[in-house]
């Protein structure tokens, strides 16, 4: 079994905490947060054991008569792997305490940068991370990028890639942040990070990103352009993404009209928190004009990253191939798992 900590227990903390609880081969040992709140009595009624981030943390969830174990630093001498879910930027305040423990991390998009040995995307680079001290999972957009155009270039060629991103604004449970009446270019100089993030994992692309930020909190929607090596048909793009991992196709036709109905379809179909772990590329929006191929694709901010972390965590423990992982990964997550 693979011990397992999580390190802070929002958006994706507490997903990666529920998708670890779902695989055989894995034991969640614990997870930390700074203070007492819904989250952690929810976390309580699970099972899961709660950990305080510091002294001070501990302090305060003591007061308050809550359930706690200990600190961050007793939580990481029972784990093999952490998985670092702390809010972004943290990344450098944290890693020197992961390295005293002489645990294995796994941290997410936006902790910080030259955290890690590797940027990871599961099927686009597992073999780099294993048995790795420390990889960093690609940010939401990147992953999403990465599985599309990794899967187009493995069969028709990738020449080059732009892509236009429109980011949700915050997370749904995030009141405090905007805008509410804006588009907001992020950044207005070019590219954003999301280009030089891809080209870390897909290392020869010719890609250039820009973004801006919707007054939203449900997913983020890419017009991705990607020239083409070979000749190609729209049918030909359609049937590669098709087969490929981790992507589901949807059509305008039946009634996807915007990232709202991709949102029902997950409602609908039961997943838990509405996740849509795959990326989602329109089939009719695929098109092919003068060698390029045009499409649109929506990224759920929230959950596209789950099945990455815990791919991630089998790659840096060892001992599992690239097929084997993501296999047990999409079965656990109700994916349907289609070979790389
Ligand atoms: P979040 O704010 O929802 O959750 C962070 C949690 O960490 C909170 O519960 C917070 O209380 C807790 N925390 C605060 N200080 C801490 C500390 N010092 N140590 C440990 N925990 C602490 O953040 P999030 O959205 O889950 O983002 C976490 C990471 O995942 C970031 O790097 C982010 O860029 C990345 N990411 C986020 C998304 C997304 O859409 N939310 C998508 C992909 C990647």
Not at 52 to 69: C, H
Not at 219 to 242: F, P, R, Y
Request: aromatic residues 4%; glycine residues 8%; hydrophobic residues 40%.
């Amino acid at each position: 079994m693979i011990r397992v900590g999580i390190n802070g227990f929002g958006t994706i903390g507490r997903r990666v905490a529920d998708a670890v609880k779902k695989q055989n081969d894995m034991e969640l040992a614990g997870v930390t947060k700074t203070r007492p709140d819904y989250k952690s009595m929810v976390a309580e009624r699970k099972g899961i054991p709660m950990y305080a981030v510091d002294m001070k943390s501990l302090e305060t969830f003591r007061a308050t008569g809550a359930n706690v174990k200990g600190t961050l630093n007793d939580l990481l001498q029972r784990v093999d792997v952490i998985v670092d879910a702390a809010p972004e930027g943290t990344g450098p305040l944290n890693k020197p305490i992961y390295q005293q423990a002489s645990v294995r991390v796994i941290y997410q998009g936006g902790a910080g940068d030259n955290l890690a040995e590797a940027l990871f995307v599961a099927q686009c680079n597992f073999e780099e991370a294993v048995g790795k001290h420390s990889v960093q999972v690609a940010s939401c957009n990147t992953t999403g990028l990465c599985r599309t155009i990794d899967a187009i270039d493995k069969s028709v060629g990738v020449t080059k890639a732009r892509a236009v991103l429109a980011r949700r604004a915050t997370d749904p449970d995030d009141v405090k942040k905007g805008p509410i009446d804006a588009v907001v270019l992020d950044p207005a100089t070019l590219p954003s990070h999301h280009g030089p993030d891809v080209k870390a994992v897909l290392k020869n692309l010719n890609i250039v990103t820009m973004a801006f930020k919707v007054p939203t909190t449900h997913m983020h929607l890419h017009s991705l352009i990607l020239g083409l090596k070979k000749q190609a048909t729209n049918e030909n793009i359609v049937s590669v993404l098709e087969r490929a991992p981790r992507i589901q196709l949807v059509d305008g036709k039946s009634g996807f009209k915007s990232t709202a109905a991709i949102m029902d379809l997950a409602r609908e179909m039961g997943r838990p928190r509405n996740d849509i772990y795959e990326a989602t590329v329109w089939r009719d929006s695929v098109s092919v004009v003068d060698g390029e191929a045009y499409l649109f694709m929506a990224v759920h901010q929230e959950s596209i990253v789950v099945p990455e972390n815990i791919d991630a965590i089998r790659a840096v423990y060892g001992g599992y191939s690239r097929e084997e992982s993501m296999k047990l990964t999409d079965a656990s997550l109700g994916i349907e798992h289609r070979q790389n």
